[in-house]
């Protein structure tokens, strides 16, 4: 007798639309024959669980949760990333309506009291037939710790059930109600120490695990109507240490509704027996790939060349490169059996439908003696890939004149052939440009108004005199802000480093048109696969001197390296191009690393000396998902204490690139990111250098794009 | 002189339009009528003399490269490591590998090309409709079995009836598993040679489509790898199976 399975299927006209997949590639998406239970879904704080008490369950990877939560005393906004599908990220901020955010209206006026955290759980054991998942989490642990808190968790699946229990320690464990474990093992765990290390915005490990530990559990039922799903938990925090007050707990059980629409996630719960509270949550996967994109048809490629004159119509080729492939072709060459274009790419993201149209716009004009398609890829006026293609085997299998075909094997990537460069003589590239780009600059969390923003346009220009050498600008001219209602411009924190970022609201505020940077730059492949420049002026906001920079990029390989030195002077703030007294060498070794076993992630290390002549590292891991998303995540470890940096103890950051593809009908290459730097004052600061090489070299072993 | 070189040029083109007519030819046979091209031919062309005349079943279709030993070959090796892997195998897992060694025995192999066979979609579709290489082929086109054949660590290979969408892991309750098999994972070969594995924590509504093989896998022991690897080697074998 075949086992009982859900009640709810699709209708026999759906189960006909989908398509069998009849590919032979390997682990296809599953066909949907039946509709499968809900998906996860968030805790008050964020993360994936019940109402105030996390389980192990994660996410898929990739899936991003944008929560707003109302529990009366307290609302929460929150992201949730699954980086990894072991790996879960919560990014929040509380408001605590009971609370004020400072006691000086000057400061604050009455702003309510908010507070950010970070939390982040880890799957240690996936859930098997007869063991249940396990998972750590650690909630709050970076900043002031209103809700911090250690646990772990473990949850079942039976049936229509999910059930889930574990112990908190923390904020999850106020209560109390049962011993804490390592309390037996060592005296120091009995109690939680408090306050917070350095200036805030450390990781107290000195208090994990310690203090008061409580048991909780809970269950997650699906009921036969796919989209609810019912919430029931036992919860060990007896709030008698909340942020908010003592608050009025009447009973432990908390239970909770959850209906999911769609991408949206509705709850309401019930509360300490005394609370209604709501939450409104969104998801969507950052692997999802994007909508499909209006674009030309490929060009076909006729099956035999032999009809194809010996004439090539330059004029129809340049016409079809830039409007079917999205190619600039700066110069077309024909030698020997080699036909040879270089140019640049400024439409396709994706280097292997790039390539494929460009092959394809080409292979219909090439008569048959050529056998060979040299594609020399330019970016920032110097060749960096070359893609080879067998034109014989191109054809082959856009024709697909065989049973199995893979266009990917008819051509290779490689460093640019300096004999294959030197047959084509190309005109230098000279003359004036100008462009000009939006920018949105917003901050979070700040005393005088929660939200504040700055929006406006960079106005560049410059001339280029060939592919070496230019001189280039960019004005800011500020459209809408309100940064006016900043009460104070520099903090008053006496910290012993040189004030080389604290002055940023003096620098954004002094005028609506301000000139960012102006300098000459020069650059060169001073040998294969080894770049060079060199810049020199305002090369920053806050700064400006000179500096040079050199780095090792092998086409297509995940390790690159280098080195950059800078000398420069800050910039006076009461106009464009005075400058200040405080002067700094500031430099690094640059270390660029794609590990494979960590696929599509890039760690970057800057080792050396930052604008405040501190000494250390900066490490930056970002990850980039199927759609072209990148999240990171960046902290700067240096020899300043945390007593000396001043409040949030060393600079961290995060950011999401988006492309702006996404957004679009049509593709396009252009990004756009969006930062989220928690606290950004004087230490490990490095230069904002107006042009990186790692940026330019780009198309070399593309992670960005 | 010249009449050497005169008559060695008539020989040339004499021969040559042979060797080349030999090397182009493509024959395929289709269950068991064969058609020879002498150019090669793509899908829509194989396909046209007997696409419209039945309802067949096109994702259960499969396409076979013949004069190739490749299968043969694999089906030696693996039948030598199942002998080898019996001989340190306790009694239930050698009875097991046995009764599988002569299921193996049973098969008729080809080497299998994966690719989705179609006509409707070969006419619309370019890369659907790819260009035979010269060479012999069998096309085994069928109507829609309402069978899965079940086969692995169990007492004997089953034909089970076809249950629709009903998951995979629902199939299991109708055999009767050896000791020496694992229920936590099963291997299902699609007629269209699609290889999943599933987990039944994991993944566990996935269907069988029609005519497709369900492969019980042998549990694996601790510390050694054999028994897994031998599964993969089996499932990749039977995706090469005629009949």
Redesign the interface.
Known sequence: ???K?PLF?LSAIA?LVIA?????A???A?????T?KSASSQTAHGGVGLIQIPTARMGKEGDVWLNYTDNEEYRLWSVSIQLFPWMEATARYTDVRTRLYSNFPGFSGDQTLKDKGLDVKFRLW????YFPQLALGFRDFGGTGFFESEYIALSKRLGDFDLSMGMGWGYLGTAGNTTNPFCELRETYCKRPRGFSGRGGKIDYQRFFKGPASLFAGLEYQTPWQPLVFKLEYEGNDYSRDRAGVLPQDSRFNLGAVYHWQNFVFDLNYQRGNTLGFGVHYRFNMHSPPAPKLKPAMF?VPESRAHIPAEIDFNTLTRNLYVNAGYLPRGIHVYKDEFIVHGQQIVYRDDVEATERIGRVIAGQLPQHITAIRLVDYESNMPQVEKVIDVDAFVEAT???????DIATTYVRQQPDEAALANVQLRQDRGFYTGAETFWVQSFGNPEKFYMYQGGLFLGGGYRFNNQFSINGAAKLTLLENFDSFNFKVDSQDTPLPRVRTYVREYVTRSKFTVDNVYGHWQKEIAPAVFAQAYAGYLETMFGGAGAELLYRPVDSTLAFGVDLNYVRQRSFENDFGFFDYKTLTGHVNVYWQPSFLPDTRLTFNIGQFLAKDKGVNIDFAKRFDSGMIVGAYAAITDVSSEEYGEGSFTKGFYLSIPFELFSLRPSKGRGQLPWIPISRDGGQPLNRPIRLIDITESRSPFVN | MTKWVTFLSLMLVCVLPLTLSVSAKVAVTINQQQYTFNE?PRLTEVLAPVALNQAWYW?ASK?FRLETTEPETEREQLLTEIARLAQLADDNLALSLASLAAEIKQWQLAKR????I?YD?ARVQ??A?????PGAYQLLLTHRVEQVTVFGAINRTLLLAH?G???A???L??LNLSKAATS?QLWLI?P?????LLD????P???P?PGALLFVPFANKWFSNDLNLLNQRVVALAVNRMF
Do not use: C
Request: hydrophobic fraction near 45%.
């Open positions: 007798m075949p086992a399975f299927k189960l069998s997949s009849a590919e032979a390997p682990l296809p599953y066909p949907i024959w039946q499968a996936q859930e098997s037939l076909a024709t697909f004149s065989k049973l199995q075909t | 090669p994702p396409l090309i994966v690719l989705p179609d979609l370019a890369a409709n790819p260009r035979f290489e249950q969408p009903d998951s892991f629902s199939y309750s109708q936590k699609q269209n040679g699609t290889v999943i039944k924590v994991k993944a509504l996935v269907a489509m």
